[in-house]
């Protein structure tokens, strides 16, 4: 009885697992609001992670760092904040999408976006 438990638990977790890594596609943005989550990025998160966003009263948010966190963290830390420090939760004024969006474009690196767009 426990190794069936154990399998059923096991194959829900691996069900849960595929359909979160499904679910996390950034769904396509008009050039327009890439342009406004970008300005945003740089100066409102920069304004406590840095203007280069190498860090500062917030960590790094650079790729390097970025790609050490699965994407569904980033997003949370973005819509949710971090109680208990000074990151604050976006989700009044981005939907999951953005987050998700701006998660992406962390991993990739912010900087490789032209402010000329």
Do not use: Y
């Not at 194959?11 to 359909?19: D, E, F, K, Y």
């Not at 304004?47 to 790094?60: A, D, V, W």
């Not at 989700?91 to 767009?117: P, R």
């Amino acid at each position: 009885m426990t190794i069936v438990k154990q399998t059923l638990i096991t194959m829900l977790g691996t069900i849960l697992v595929l359909n979160c890594s499904f679910s996390l596609k950034a769904a396509e943005l008009t050039s327009d609001r890439e342009t406004q989550l970008i300005h945003m990025v740089k100066q409102d998160c920069g304004s406590c992670h840095g203007m280069t966003l190498k860090g500062g009263l917030g960590p790094t948010l650079l790729p390097k760092a970025m790609n050490k966190l699965p994407l569904a963290a980033i997003k949370n830390t973005i819509l949710f904040g971090r109680p208990g420090t000074a990151m604050p939760e976006w989700k009044s004024i981005l939907t999951e999408q953005e987050a998700l969006w701006i998660s992406q474009q962390l991993q990739q690196g912010i900087e490789s976006h032209d402010q000329s767009k």
